[in-house]
């Protein structure tokens, strides 16, 4: 599963998906107005292919007809990688380049 994680978290868009769901272990994401913030290209971006993506490998469960979003049971396969992205200080990652 650490490849699937890797590819998943590959977009910006699936990231903040995560890190909104990691926040609150019980929460519901309404597609239409948490994520997508009214931008329809947007929303059919995640309709099309990044909720399928996450709810395919099961990190996800998404209710399309009620347009919700909540963890899946995969989701704690996530936890390591969004808790180390969430503490990391970028210069310790990338380190400082002198001019």
Request: with cysteine; hydrophobic share 40%.
């Amino acid at each position: 599963m650490d490849d699937v994680v890797f590819e998943l978290f590959a977009s910006s868009v699936r990231r903040e998906i995560l890190a909104s769901l990691a926040d609150d272990p019980g929460r519901e994401l309404s597609v239409s107005e948490e994520l997508a913030n009214g931008d329809d290209q947007l929303r059919v971006s995640l309709y099309h292919h990044h909720l399928p993506k996450l709810a395919d490998e099961a990190v996800i469960r998404w209710d399309r007809e009620n347009g919700t979003v909540i963890r899946g049971p995969n989701f704690e396969a996530c936890e390591p990688l969004l808790r180390f992205l969430d503490t990391a200080d970028t210069e310790s990652v990338v380190p400082a380049v002198d001019r």
